[in-house]
């Protein structure tokens, strides 16, 4: 086993270096990384973008407000009144979605007229015009982003699907016990006082509705009668044997385990979400098989830890479960349809934001989400992702480890 997880591992290490050394965005993000470690940056914390003497500064503007984009204009050494300034920015993003901000005068600077939403990964693309000239300057701005091959993502299990609505099914978790159905079992005893002469069935044993289980002799009539099975079922108690006395007590009881009844407690703080009826999905340890039912009555009283009992009926003709075996279930409490959901196993973290990988042809880069609610393997998306959008759901954590490799800059 060593061995092979070593091997799995050298595999998995050529594949991550084929896709990285191959791939044309890896170079292209180490050229932009390059050019980035020389990036001047101005009074405001801004990209200073410089054309002869002519400088616009571009900074992300977010204490207090979402991020928007502010220019500072200069000629020389002087500062540009921002009203004699003309100013335009291009956004393209990942997929070919373009964004396109125009500035306005505000006090000293000019304010970009849109929210610069994350990620802040786009192509950029500035115009500005000041005394009848035109000043144009394009770059890189990738955060969250990579390369991987469909041939490497393949061969590394990286699977994806497209975001869209989905059905919640809320649940609540609950344990509980096998019991015996209701009237599930019947006790038997001898009609006439006498002498066992016979069992014919004993503790343990299978017998049908109208078997002979027993032969008595009475103490009167001293002739013999029989007994019969009154349900089928198996002999789950035996309190006789032949040569005794009937002494007028129970001497067998025969249980029907054909259906058990699964007793469920709900504590007070979920009792008033569980109403009678509703779908029952039943495990049992160390068993994959789930069992679906609902809910047919509760008991009167509650247990000794407060919780109301809730019942189940389970179907046991194959004899696979057992009275007393301990069980989990979840009972449906909720169904409703949410616009967008996404996988749970396909969110990551980056930055301070939880995220999933959308993918573009061969690329893959964040989307920050804003989350709700959560049924089992999904959870809601209330922003951050468009319907449609193509993210990974399965091995999300190797496109995570290659962008926190690259570490592409977040440029405010």
């Known amino acids: 086993m060593k061995l092979k997880s070593f091997i799995t591992a050298i595999i998995f290490g050529q594949l991550f270096v084929t896709s990285i050394s191959y791939s044309p965005f890896a170079s292209a993000q180490a050229k932009v990384e390059s050019v980035e470690e020389e990036i001047h940056k101005g009074p405001n914390n801004g990209r200073l973008l410089e054309d002869g003497d002519f400088t616009i500064e571009l900074a992300i503007f977010e204490n207090g407000v979402e991020p928007e984009f502010r220019a500072f204009a200069t000629k020389g050494q002087k500062k540009l009144a921002a009203k004699d300034v003309e100013v335009n920015v291009k956004l393209t993003r990942l997929g070919g979605v373009v964004d396109d901000i125009h500035f306005y005068s505000e006090n000293n600077y000019l304010r970009g007229d849109m929210v610069v939403y994350e990620p802040h990964s786009f192509q950029v693309a500035l115009t500005a015009k000041y005394a009848g000239e035109t000043h144009q300057w394009s770059y890189d701005n990738f955060e969250g982003r990579t390369t991987i091959s469909d041939s490497i993502a393949e061969a590394m299990l990286i699977k994806t699907e497209a975001v869209s609505s989905r059905t919640f099914n809320e649940t609540l978790k609950v344990y509980g016990k096998l019991k015996l159905a209701p009237n599930a079992f019947r006790h038997i005893s001898a009609r006439f006082p006498g002498e066992i002469k016979e069992l014919h069935a004993v503790l343990g ?96 009283d509650v247990n000794t830890e407060q919780a109301k009992v809730y019942r189940a009926k389970i179907d046991n003709t194959k004899r696979l479960f057992n009275v007393g075996q301990l069980i989990s279930a979840e009972i449906l409490v909720g169904k409703y349809e949410v616009p967008l959901a996404v996988k749970a196993d396909g969110l990551q973290s980056f930055r301070d934001f939880t995220v999933v990988y959308a993918k573009v042809d061969e690329q893959y880069e964040v989307r920050m989400l804003e989350l709700g609610r959560k049924a089992g393997a999904w959870v809601e998306v209330l922003g951050g992702i468009s319907a449609g959008t193509e993210y990974v759901v399965k091995n999300s954590y190797i496109i995570k480890a290659d962008i926190d490799k690259s570490a592409a800059a977040h440029d405010h």
């Open 205 to 300: 044993q299978k017998v049908k509705k109208g078997q002979l289980v027993m032969t008595v002799e009475s103490n009167e009539s001293l002739q013999a009668y029989p007994v019969y099975a009154p349900i089928s079922g198996m002999v789950t108690t035996q309190n006789a044997g032949a040569g005794e006395q009937t002494n007028n007590r129970q001497l067998l009881t025969i249980s029907d385990t054909s259906t058990l009844t699964a007793e469920l407690a709900v504590f007070p703080m979920d009792q008033d979400k569980v109403k009678l009826g509703a779908l029952v999905n039943i495990t049992i340890p160390a068993s994959e098989k789930v069992i679906t039912t609902t809910l047919f009555d509760t008991l009167f």
